[in-house]
């Protein structure tokens, strides 16, 4: 907390959605948030109306709501009145495919315009949209696709061929594929051939403010996947958050350079953006820093919502292409997915003039919960103060509940009210795993964290073992799980270490059964298993080898003690140890 | 195979070894074809860099798209 604290100048303030946040906080209530949206009679809604069909029902249907750019660099406009009739058509093709209200509808896309005109239309016809992580190997789709009970999905050929075909006999509640990008073919069907056969005209169904609209999937330490509920109420938060984080005006040319399969990508990626009616950039090709500063400056952004990695990757490459570029449109500038390290915030204040905006917030709060604000003086390094309507404090656990921690700076695990719209509302068929997020009425978020005494929060660590690696949640049991599948493995420990540009990576600890020889063969027949298994995102980058595992009496392999270990840490407590590493 | 093609290949099966070169497309765009994300990506560039004694600027990535372009490019800049 050594960094000087970067002040807002009056303008700044005065110009943005909430000039004065104690003011705010004061004054907010949800009822109040949701009387910003449309809804239907009796208390009904539905997201894809807000987003959409609200614009171009008060005349706004002639301004872009999405301009696509393509890998080599063409654009393409989406008007709201557009994204109106394409989502419309494909409300109309699930109907005549036969997929009701409340089925799951899946994606595993890039960043194509068929991926927004999916999730809207899908929303549309009431049912749930799940977006998949196109990086992701067959073994964490076929989990996620299980969990969640997909009936359809919508792929492109590539991904299908590559992901899909191994796992397709195994999933038996999917009844239909769509390929974006290939005329119909054996056990699929064509999604432009259907779009073009149905009519752009579809009434949307008003759901029950509770009703499921969102399924994604985040990880654990211990089992599989976690499907993470969301309701169409969750849209009331959407909405305000865009506006009081983010700080959405109608006039912003908004860029959110999350991948479509997580959810950010949703959230802030889909639906904030067009409730508040701005213009949304997307960009179909993979970080690449010459093309994101020309993004930056020929699209003319004006709110750029993007992720420590990428702010890492852009601060390695220096100063110069940023000054070859005119990057004064820029007015706001975020960042999420872990913790951004103060040195990348005042980075960002040097070379574009404003500082880097950290946010926090999980899968399961379904919107950011604690920012740093246009109007709110920045200390580097701060996830900020929660937003109006989010009470969040400091607990810790004292005979099988909470209590909440007063002393600024004392670490404890970061908890919330629960409450707010777009909170999750199951783990899907994991009641018993969902009731154990709650104590004593906090919602318990697995972050360690302090507040000062000013009211800003700290991220510290993680409480339990998962990995944040390039911003996305790694489970190290789904990846024990794979390496386990390997005839050659007995003993698996996963684990992340510290990375400079991904925050962490995955490291896997390998114990071989008898009659394998670790040797650098070995080591990348089992990289490559795993990376067949998982996909790039999820396989491990580093793989080392071991004779034994540190074990507990049970068994339990203790990552731990690998952890500490790796990092040249003290051991902690070691009396459950009954079997050490070797 | 020319002698690029080949360290070009061992390095790319240090970090992807379950694809095989014969089997992509040598003109499609190298990270998808070897499934391969931006870390991965970075590594590979560190290891040709290292290996050929060669600087390999970010502003050059846009040459590196594809298996061919990739190894056009190391041949011009390893003379």
Redesign the interface.
Known sequence: MDYDIIRKSLDIKAGSNMPDYEQAVADFSWRHAKSLLHGFADGKLNIAYEAVERHVKSGCGQKIALRWITKNGDVCDYTYADLSSLSSRFANVLDRLDINKGERVYTLLGRVPELYITALGALKAGCVFCPMFSAFGPEPVQARMKIGGAAVLITTKALYKRKMVSIRAELHELREVLIVDDSESEGSRDFHGLMDATSDQFETVAMDPEDMALLHFTSGTTGMPKGVVHVHEAVVAHNITGRLALDLQPEDIYWCTADPGWVTGTSYGIIAPLTNGVMLIVDEAEFDVARWYKNLSEQGVTVWYTAPTAIRMLMKSGSELPAEHNLSKLRFMASVGEPLNPEAVEWGNEIFGMPFHDNWWQTETGGIMIANYASMDVKPGSMGKPLPGITAGIVEKIDGGVREVSEPLTIGELALKPGWPSMMRAYLDEEARYQKCFVDNWYLTGDLAVRDSDGYFWFVGRDDDVIKSSGHLIGPFEVESALMEHEAVTEVGVIGIPNETAGQIVKAFVALQSGYVPNEDLRLELLGHARKRLGPAVAPKEIVFRKNLPKTRSGKIMRRLLKARELGLPEGDISTLESDEK | MSEMEKILTEEL??I???IDVAEIDREA?L??EF??????F??LVMALSKKLKIEMP??D??DMMTFTKMVEYLEQHSK
């Not at chain 2, 499934?35 to 991965?40: K, V």
């Open positions: 099966y240090r992807a070894p379950d765009e990270r998808e499934d391969i994300d931006s870390m991965d970075l590594n970010e502003a990535y846009p």
